[in-house]
């Protein structure tokens, strides 16, 4: 199947009849065709004819992006130069949300279409409007040969053409060999949600390298559970692991998806207890499809688009609730996806929350075994899948997987459990239970259910592994790890947080989502205009816009490990705090209450304050800025002794200072 509506040679393409072009754009446009995409085209095909004399290559009219559901408007190879123009039809300015659009689209067939990854890609910004007076070209180019936008008009492109093409000498490059280049993106949670709701599979919208585990894989194994289930009758509980980043919510999102038609016996839904990330990935879609039927022709207001999106995604909570309403019938779906099920409440946490705000005051159920019992319900087969995180639990009362096993062994021995190997391993806290119950339950090893290889990254794909090593105290492993990654994934160091929003801005290019993190126990980092305490509306805070205050482009509101778990950054500024200090070769874990900071005892909490770093340090895709203050002799409370240490420490691992 073609990416592009037409291409053709510049040479075929400007004696071909404008009538006959017109006529394979919209027999490839699945859509309706608005009279005003029309005209956009004959107007470009206009232009072009005239811009284009004088250059031999070839060009492609609306080649696709899947993971970002765009279509570049003209694609044009010339010589060794690979040319993307965006025209923007009447327009009398380049607004900024153009450059960027353009922008992105270089970014992303620079990163992740394989026959792009080497070549000098040019984007240019055509606001066919704009004065001739207005118009100048200066070519900067980065150090993956992408070149800043440049801005034209309707009648210098050609001059665009020739000034990038009297800058840039290499290889000419063989159109045919560009288009058989496999497109392998990595998307962010957001975009792969989008992606999948319209419509396109995890193949399309994936990697497909060598060193990532195929996530198609991993579905296909859980769709062969779901039929088995159904046709023999069972009922059936899968754990799917993976490392931060490797996918684990991308293969829940693809199997719910799968299962979107509520008709069907095997319609699913997606259950998550992360209350930010529910809410982020529901304004997403939903703005979206608005989007995706206002390119149709069609009209359709937000609310019900978010009325629709809203059985799609749901709060696990709200899951709960209905099934304490009813307590007999089973829900309407037979299979569920539990997102980060590590996180699900023990009995303490569940039957306190129940007697204190739904006036249960004998509930004696973990989160886990009331989970499984409203799906046991269901007289002939159901189905559970549970996302696993290792390390993820960041608060009071998560009970990990292993209540899950023992809720099993107490209540539903009749249950198949399909687990991978690797759940067995430290960071997931149930080898116990599993050895332990092993003999009696009926456990079935699938290699398939665990991801290896983190994805958030598509630049460098150990970062959790140094994540680890950093926060392990393995000093001399983190070097060696780091060394590996740091030309391809910029990980920097320093005291000056100016000189880190700096840092991070000039790293970003187009759209790509920067923004500030601290850990939520980060109390002292007021003086520096980082208030932990102020309450961010995580959905303008991720979905909204450079010019919006509320967003974290702003690098002014501040997001914690509970908004931004589950989810990720291009570009991150991870300010560090002194509630997580190195000491005498150790960490030292502390709360500030009043006007003083306490010691933290507890093992559960001082897991949990490490598993709160080891989130905010696996949070960036390309790279990040790491900030420990120098801290202030005047203020007790934020002595230079608390941060001097944790600061020599990260610099002996070998991050690169600014």
Known sequence: MNRYYYSSTIQNFLTADENNILGELSKANAFSLELTQRDAWLEQIVILKKELVGFEGSLYFEYSIPRMGKRIDVVCIIGSVLFLLEFKVGEKTFPVYAIDQ??????????FHETSHDLTIAPILVSTSVPQSEIHFEVEQYDD????PLRSNASSIHQALRTILNFIHGRTIDPGNWETGRYSPTPTIVEAAMALYRGHSVADISRNDAGAINLTQTTQSIDEIIKDARENHKKSICFVTGVPGAGKTLVGLNVATTHIDSKTETYSVFLSGNGPLVDILREALARDKVDVEKAKGITLKKGIARSEVKAFIQNVHNFRDESL????????EHVVLFDEAQRAWNLEQTSNFMRRKKGFPNFNQSEPEFLISCMDRHKDWAVIICLVGGGQEI???????????????????????YISPNLTDSEYRAKEDINRYLPTLRFNMKSELHLATSMRSFRAENV???????????????TKTLQEINKAYPIVLTRDLVKAKKWIREKARGTERYGMVVSSQAIRLKPLAVDV????DPIHWFLDGKSDVRSSYYLEDVATEFQIQGLELDWTCLVWDADLRFAKNDWEYK?????????????ERKNYLK?????????ARQGMVIVVPEGDEEDPTRSPKYYTPTYNYLESIGFEKI
């Open 102 to 111: 353009v922008m992105d689209y270089a970014l992303d067939l620079k990163n």
């Open 145 to 148: 040969q992408v070149i800043s």
């Open 325 to 332: 309403v009813d307590q007999v019938n089973p829900p309407n």
């Open 395 to 417: 608060n009071v009362g998560e009970a990990g997987i292993g209540e899950w096993i023992r809720a099993i062994d107490r209540s539903f021995r009749e249950w198949q459990i």
């Open 464 to 478: 959790s592994l140094l994540v680890k090593q950093i926060l392990d105290l393995e000093g001399s492993n983190a």
């Open 533 to 536: 305490r102020a309450t961010i």
């Open 591 to 603: 709360s500030f209450v009043g006007e003083k900071w306490n010691n933290i005892n507890k093992e």
């Open 611 to 619: 598993n709160a770093y080891r989130v905010l340090l696996t949070r």
